[in-house]
């Protein structure tokens, strides 16, 4: 229970204390985890990170991938994270910055990763969804697809997903829509 | 006749703070003046003007507290009238604060409510430290969590890892879902904080962006493909945001269209809002229990009359009533209630040599830790971008580092040693620096 008689006797002299402190800064568990995740990345060596706003802020963050097998060999991909105080208890939110012809990401970025959402538990972490992301380039997947045509093409013709994927990466159109160079 | 009311509403309050009993806390001093003392001295903090806070302001200024503050950055909305029962339609639009304060001031007189029309992390860390106790009445997640780590961010330790009563801020957690609720009491220090046993709240359910995109079978799919998918396309770069009236009409007709497209029914305003806040639908007789028993901890915590509930009470009223409670287990470990690893320094040790300490250190055995203080990180193992940058950092004292402060708090992150086998683990260290005199109050452990 509360100590009413201290209570009565400390109201002032709190007030006068506390006058003199410092602002405290106060980190969210959320940001203790990420911490905990940063310090411990073992990036695959197509993967470099950055973070944008200094060594300080953990929560915003960017990944670069570059292939070294598949389809998207050679081309430049940039994946930006933001990271939420509820971190881990709700995913990162995962986007492509780099404008991508592929069956699981679409043209505004969103990113078809079963463990961005539907699959994300807390004991999962940032290593894990880097190597997802990776895998998405290894194995573009027909099966769950965000660009619908990207998906079709694989299925029926991959030999022309293989040419339209060059195309795009190169700097090019891909029917209607404009891809900028990433190689 | 008022006069009358206002003689027997105190009746059963001054029964229970002025009798002895078998189940009180220790130190219980009941008293006829009691009621009256609590009400002129301790000072509580509601967080959250809804559906629960208006219950637990009413609950509260009838238990006899009588300084009450509240904080809630919402406004009035018409959906919100018929359980949220301080406000009238000629409120909608206004701050949820402002309006419960002055209604509850209305009727029960003596009570003083000031309110926070404001986001919660707009406040400074000492508004929190004001309140005696802090009671919660939030939908979400993520404001229980802040809400928790200011409070715990009081809480200090003596040298035998024991919390230091004057620095506990006890908390008053109420929640509500549709029939179901519940009520914990934290001690922070003594029983489990909200991180302690996060689980306890299972990630939301999200769906494929991929089903959104291409398959959707529910209304509710209809709605997160708007708001995820197709705000981003036609919107290019402007954020989102699920309290402005104007974005949440543009989700429903869009989540509206997309329903016709593929022959799904059920999209309503009001579904909108709901998958895309997350909210279930509330049931007033849910809130009205939940903040019953909020209230009543409250009253037990200020003033000793009984035990209070060790710790965690569910309720569920899906079918017929069922109420549970279950003594949760803190987390020791907990990397923002507990004690963490009380080390001390010389104001000479470098960032270097303090990092080689930790791995002597026979409690932590931590090999390759990075640290972290308040934000700020000292020194990052990994990946090699950030160990670059937080390299020159080796070489300074920790007594610098911390801010030349006699005693403060950093978290390290490595791998540790148990019985031959490494585990990656976070640590929560209580740094002191020897023969730096503490000027502050929390070190105010004279024993008086
Ligand atoms: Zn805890």
Redesign the interface.
């Known amino acids: 229970m509360i100590n009413l008689f201290k209570i009565k006797g400390q109201k002032r002299e709190d007030a006068a204390n506390a006058a003199g402190r410092a602002p405290i800064k106060k980190q969210s568990a959320g940001e203790l985890r990420l911490h905990k995740d940063i310090s411990e990345l073992n990036l695959p060596k197509t993967t470099t990170i950055s973070f944008p706003n200094g060594k300080d802020d953990l929560m915003n963050f960017e990944i670069s991938i570059r292939p070294d097998e598949g389809y998207y060999l050679g081309g430049t991909f940039i994946f930006t994270f933001q990271v939420s105080p509820s971190y881990p208890h709700e995913p990162p939110k995962v986007k492509c910055k780099t404008k991508v012809y592929h069956p699981n990401i679409d043209l505004e970025g969103n990113v078809c990763l079963n463990i961005l959402r539907e699959d994300w538990k807390p004991v999962l972490n940032i290593n894990t969804i880097i190597y997802g992301l990776n895998l998405l380039f290894s194995q573009p997947n027909d099966e769950d697809p965000l660009n619908h045509d990207a998906a079709a093409v694989l299925r029926d013709n991959p030999r022309m997903f293989e040419a339209n994927v060059r195309r795009a990466m190169a700097g090019g159109y891909v029917g209607q829509i404009y891809f900028p160079r990433c190689i | 006749m008022a006069d009358l009311a206002t003689k027997g509403r105190w009746r059963d309050v001054d029964k229970l703070l002025s009798r002895p009993g078998n189940i009180i806390?220790s130190?219980?001093e009941p008293s006829s003046t009691l009621r009256e003392?609590?009400g002129e001295?301790?000072r509580v903090l509601v967080v959250g003007a809804g559906g629960l806070g208006c219950e637990l302001l009413k609950d509260l200024a009838l238990s006899g507290f009588k300084n009450i503050d509240v904080i809630d950055m919402d406004t009035i909305e018409v959906s919100n009238l018929n359980r949220q029962f301080l406000f009238r339609l000629q409120d909608v639009g206004k701050s949820k604060a402002e309006v419960a304060a002055k209604r509850v001031m209305e009727r029960v007189s003596g009570v003083n409510i000031v309110p926070h029309f404001c986001r919660i992390e707009e406040k400074?860390?000492?508004f929190y430290?004001?309140f005696?106790?802090i009671v919660l009445g939030l939908d979400s997640?993520?404001a229980r969590?802040?809400i928790n780590?200011?409070a715990c961010?009081f809480l200090e330790y003596d040298r035998d890892d024991n919390p230091l009563?004057?620095t506990v801020k006890?908390m008053v957690d109420g929640g509500t879902e549709g029939f179901k609720g519940h009520a914990r009491v934290i001690l922070p220090g003594t029983t489990p904080c909200f991180?302690c046993n996060?689980?306890l709240?299972p990630?939301?359910?999200?769906?494929?962006?991929?089903t959104l995109?291409?398959t959707p079978r529910t209304a509710a799919h209809c709605i997160e493909y708007a708001h995820?998918?197709k705000w981003?396309?036609v919107h290019?770069g402007k954020p989102f945001d699920a309290d402005d009236p104007e974005h949440m009409q543009w989700v429903y007709s869009e989540a509206l269209k997309r329903a016709e497209l593929f022959g799904i029914t059920g999209v309503t305003y009001s579904l909108t809002q709901g998958v895309v806040k997350n909210i279930i639908p509330a049931i007033a007789s849910t809130n009205a229990i939940v903040s019953a028993a909020c209230a009543l901890e409250a009253l037990?915590?200020?003033?000793?009359c009984s035990k209070t509930l060790s710790n965690y009470l569910t309720y569920n009223g899906v079918e017929g009533t069922h109420i549970k409670v279950t003594d949760f287990v803190k987390d020791n470990d907990c990397?923002?209630c507990g004690p963490g690893t009380l080390i001390e320094l010389d104001t000479s040790v470098t960032l270097s040599q303090f990092i080689e300490l930790l791995g002597k250190h026979p409690g932590l055995q931590l090999s390759k830790p990075?640290v972290?203080h308040?934000?700020?990180?000292l020194y990052?193992?990994?990946?090699p971008?950030?160990e670059e940058?937080?390299r020159p950092n080796l070489a300074l004292r920790m007594f610098d580092l911390l801010?030349e402060v006699p005693k403060d708090t950093v978290?390290v992150?490595?791998a540790s040693e148990k019985n031959g086998k490494k585990t990656?683990?976070?640590r929560k260290l209580r740094i002191v620096f020897k023969g730096v005199a503490d000027?502050?109050?929390g070190m105010d452990t004279t024993g008086n």
């Not at chain 2, 037990?300 to 000793?304: E, F, R």
């Not at chain 2, 990052?380 to 990946?383: A, E, R, T, V, Y």
């Open positions: 806390s130190g219980f003392e609590i001295y301790v400074d860390i000492e430290n004001d005696n106790i997640i993520e969590s802040y780590s200011v961010s009563a004057e006890p991180e996060i689980w709240f990630p939301q359910v999200k769906f494929p962006l991929c995109a291409e995820l998918i981003d396309e290019s037990k915590i200020v003033s000793g990397l923002v990075s972290t308040r934000g700020n990180n990052m193992q990994s990946p971008i950030l940058m937080t801010g978290h992150s490595g990656s683990c976070s000027m502050t109050v």
